[in-house]
């Protein structure tokens, strides 16, 4: 079965269950109030959900604690809500993925319990032990200040158990043959039920070999060839979207020289230079990093993300790049997390500076791959510093200004919806925005209509084209005989450039502005004058008078 590539020109969603929209009134989002808001989800023009853990779990992590794969944690229904929800997807032409988080379980899982209790038990196996504390036990750690070991031990089992993330997580011994086919099973059962694929978590710490005597860790990539074949043969068009935050020189290697391994990875080299770009209104960095991750197969593609439900990890950048972006967006302490990352949400970072969201919104849209956009960005909501680490921007969906922004009937969800201040559901909701012509949801929906008519950009091969000025980005893509420029003012100045688009056929040719009617000539047959309002961006196709006057007629 071969796949039809889907993925090259869509546009994901992600939210998490529990906080999105909660029907039966317990405090708690669930699938049935998820389905009920598909219609929104379609109308914003999301191609694509994915859907963040939503297993039984004891909840110490956010759902990254799984007790059961094979099952829906009864806060949020069952597996027929569940199906109703993916059948619900098929019918509006959305597709959906979901969280594989098969690096570690919970300690709650019977497959720990037994494999602590019964040392001749198979499960035992199944997991990573050492007789006595490792050496490098505190090397390795993924939560500075929060975590302090990656080897704890468990009184029962008398033995020190691997957890490469918190203690309530021991990890999987994925070299073990049965835990792989058990993974096999996993991704076979969700496909079964209509998922088209899934956002694998911690890919590297997956396919890494694991015990008390790895002093560096070895990954072994072949093991995603196996769980690509396995996928393919399930399902032809399904995909994996790895998180794999590692350095470009090893992109290839998750990718597969061939494209026979990972369909997509997140662009974190990309996200993260690209708020150095914002943040200090140099594009330099962020053109290298373009350059940089600019191989892969042509079946291939990159996630392009602004924020998620984790920290805006800044550790690929330079000390001082990393001072510079958490001076312009998490200044306090309180904002900043693990040693590395900002923990907050989109729009408070950028001070609700309409000007530089659109920005960083148009940057995530025309930068190469496929953008994935995290609910409630859409319409600018906020983060709560109260709460813990990553809590803080995993706040309940603001839908109207009924109590609790329209979240649920419920006095208490499990993290208090945003009250109050600019942020709060009294001003920023869903219901609100739909009304206001002028608002960012309307202005989202509506970039997100243009983004996909635009396959160039998930499609074509991309060229950065030189400005004369560092704080502006330009990038132009060529595919099928068509070209697109999409060109970026980082500066709080205006700026007038001097461009040329450089592609095949673009001489005396019109740049047809595809977000208002300021289109572009060429001054002198080749280069265009273009005059950029602070923080302003353009959408152009590279065309001729013909090509306006076809979209005009259509």
Known sequence: MISDLWYKNAVVYCLSVESYMDANGDGVGD????????????????????????????????????????????????????????????QRGMRVIIDLVVNHTSDQHPWFQEARRDPHSKYRDWYVWSDKRPANAEEGIVFPGVQKTTWTRDAEAKLYYFHRFYEFQPDLNTENPHVQAEILKIMGFWLQLGVSGFRMDAVPFVIAKKGADVVKPVERYDMLRDLREFLQWRKGDAIILAEANVLPKTDMEYFGDDGDRMQMMFNFQVNQNLFYALAAGDSRPLAKALEATRGRPASAQWGLFLRNH????????????????????????????????????????????????????????TLPGTPVIRYGDEIGMGDDLSLPERECARTPMQWSTEPHGGFTKHDEPPNPVISGGPYGYEHVNVAAQRRDPSSLLNWTERVIRMRKEIPEIGWGDFEVVPTGR????AIRYDWRGNSV????????????????????????????NLLSEDHS?????????????????????????????????I
Request: negative net charge; contains cysteine.
């Open 31 to 90: 699938f049935e109030g998820l389905t009920r808001r598909l219609d929104y989800i379609q109308g914003l023009g999301a191609t694509c959900i994915w859907l963040m853990p939503f297993q039984p779990s004891p909840q110490k992590d956010n759902g990254y604690d799984i007790s059961d794969y094979y099952g829906v944690d009864p806060r949020y229904g069952t597996l027929g809500d569940f199906v109703e929800f993916t059948h619900g997807c098929h």
């Open 310 to 365: 984790d920290e805006l990890d800044l550790g690929r950048l330079t000390e001082r790049q990393r001072q510079a972006v958490f001076a312009a967006f998490g200044p306090d302490k309180s904002m900043q997390l693990y040693d590395r990352g900002i923990r907050r949400r989109l729009a408070p970072m950028l001070h609700g500076d309409r000007r530089r969201y659109e920005l960083a919104t148009s940057l995530m849209l």
């Open 470 to 473: 560092d704080d502006i980005l």
């Open 485 to 512: 420029l999409a060109v970026h003012n980082l500066s709080a100045e205006p700026q007038e450039i001097e461009v040329d688009p450089g592609a095949s056929g673009s001489h005396d040719s019109l740049l047809i």
């Open 521 to 553: 000539q060429p001054a002198d047959g080749k280069h265009h004058r273009i005059l950029m309002e602070p923080y302003g961006y353009r959408w152009f196709r590279v065309g001729g008078l013909d090509y306006l006057l076809r979209r005009t007629e």
